[in-house]
């Protein structure tokens, strides 16, 4: 099911925060150039490609962001009395190690600074934001955005962070814990006081006026316990905004192979038993981000199973909007008609949150049987955008290994699997009292029906010339639920997913 959050989430793609070697020809510029009354910032990534992502701190307390492959992003400072030192971070999609961080010092004129930030719509007084998704033992940043929209004079009071550590960790010095402005003060790691959560960040803050924004800006390391598609769970609370409602926001982030990682595959299982007497069931989640600057209308996921995986065993089992399974065996095509899902980027009508422009379908799919000893299990799917060019996910791998598991196939070449064609037939499907098996066989020929927990319930065996065969089989005393019909056709073997109503 799709993650609702209690508050309005933000989730800007952005990118990585350590410094590490950059690129050979990718040299993303960051620069400065103004007048006495304002500032001009500019970022340039023409050498850049269409996956690169560019996040900018703007030293008083602000930030922008832009994607592209010539990104121009520029931003009027206020004059202020002080100087600021600005960061951009430049990132591409499905790499780890993103290039240094540019910076430059801001110098403005005299006047007085303001903490508006034009990127975010602050429609309740608590937002959390992150800057990408988290992936296993890498960085990112939350964003925690407190705004006074229920009292006309300025308010104080304190906020609390929660999070597990377990999941993530971050300390409260200067690199991890970044304040500009000095907006809260007394900041200190501490047990968590919410049992939901194993820790909890605590601040005091002071001073906050009517419709103003401020930002606290935190880098975590995620734990490399956390796995590929986990969800780390987050809340944030504040006092003193003389609120009677939306004084908590709550959380769920999902984490993806890589730091940027728009378009994601995953399955939920690493392994499975080798030489398998039933099939296995394998189920995918495919995950989807239009980053674009505007509504994506139609969506198609378009996955080709290679001949481990049974395609005519598919199920849709969730998506995030109205979609429609369009079978072509050997591939399966997942069809989002007039999606309408926004794109980052996008201004128009507003700007969206992460959870807006994202999307998933989870689908279940079973395996051949007899599967051999240390063989892999490879699924990438690739998603079109409306008439764009596809954009491939990453790969899903699963791994079959004999070790601990019943070995209950023979040593027989199985490998090969009957062609399709209409060959082998279970009908009707899903069958209440009975259900007929119509296939065509060349040889010494057996049919065996099994249950999810392995037992055999039916099973009958022949020989001939090459003709065709109906068997009938009475399933009256049969309980409710899934069964697997394997065919086996001298070193020829196929399995079907049959249900009894």
Request: glycine share 6%; net charge negative.
């Amino acid at each position: 099911m799709k993650h609702t959050p209690t508050c309005l989430t933000v989730f800007f793609v952005l990118g990585l925060i350590s410094p590490f070697t950059a690129y050979a020809q990718y040299n993303p510029q960051f620069y400065q150039n103004g007048t006495t009354s304002t500032t001009l910032a500019e970022i340039q990534t023409d050498d850049a490609d269409d996956g690169t992502v560019a996040f900018i701190l703007l030293g008083d307390g602000r930030f922008r962001l832009g994607q592209g492959n010539s990104i121009t992003r520029q931003h009027n400072y206020p004059a202020a009395s002080s100087s600021y030192t600005s960061k951009a971070y430049f990132v591409k999609k499905y790499k780890s190690d993103p290039p240094t961080a540019r910076t430059t010092t801001v110098t403005t004129g005299s006047g007085s600074s303001s903490f508006a930030n034009p990127e975010v719509e602050m429609n309740t007084p608590l937002k959390i934001g992150t800057s990408w998704s988290p992936s296993p033992s890498g960085e990112y940043y939350t964003i925690l955005s407190i705004s006074n929209k229920c009292s006309t004079s300025s308010v104080s009071g304190k906020i609390k962070y929660y999070f597990n550590a377990n999941e993530q960790a971050f300390s409260t010095g200067s690199t991890d814990l970044i304040i500009y402005n000095s907006w809260i003060s007394n900041a200190s790691l501490k047990a968590s006081d919410d049992s939901t959560f194993t820790a909890m960040l605590e601040a005091d803050y002071a001073n906050l006026d009517y419709n103003e924004i401020r930002h606290i800006y935190i880098r975590k390391q995620v734990q490399s316990s956390v796995s590929i598609g986990a969800n780390l769970h987050t809340k944030l609370t504040a006092t003193g905004l003389g609120c009677s409602f939306n004084t908590s926001c709550e959380s769920s982030i999902e984490t993806t192979k890589y730091p940027h990682d728009p378009n994601n595959k995953t399955v939920d299982k690493d392994w499975v038993c080798a030489k398998n007497l039933i099939p296995h069931d394998l189920n995918y989640k495919i995950s989807f981000h239009n980053d674009g600057d505007f509504f994506a209308n139609d969506i198609l996921v378009h996955d080709t199973f290679e001949f481990k995986l049974m395609p005519n065993t598919v199920t849709l089992t969730n998506s995030s909007a109205p979609c429609v399974l369009l079978p072509n065996y050997p591939s399966v095509t997942f069809h989002f008609p007039s999606i309408l899902l926004p794109g980052l980027n996008q201004t128009i009508p507003h700007l969206y949150t992460y959870e807006e422009t994202v999307g998933f379908l989870t689908f279940s799919i079973n395996t051949i049987t007899c599967l051999p000893h240390n063989t892999s299990i490879l699924n990438q799917a690739s998603i079109v955008f409306d008439n764009q060019p596809p954009v491939e996910t990453t790969v899903a791998k699963t791994i079959t290994d004999e070790t601990s598991c019943p070995i209950s196939c023979p040593p027989a070449p199985l490998i090969k699997t009957v062609t399709d064609g209409g060959q082998f037939i279970p009908q009707p499907n899903p069958f209440n009292s009975e259900v007929s098996i119509a296939f065509t066989v060349a040889s010494l020929w057996e049919i065996q029906i099994f249950d999810t927990q392995g037992r055999q319930v039916f099973r009958q065996s022949g020989d001939g010339e090459e003709h065709q065969q109906n068997i009938t089989v009475n399933t009256g005393d049969w309980s409710k639920g899934i069964y697997f019909v394997r065919l086996q056709d001298g070193d020829l073997h196929q399995t079907s997913k049959i249900i009894k109503m």
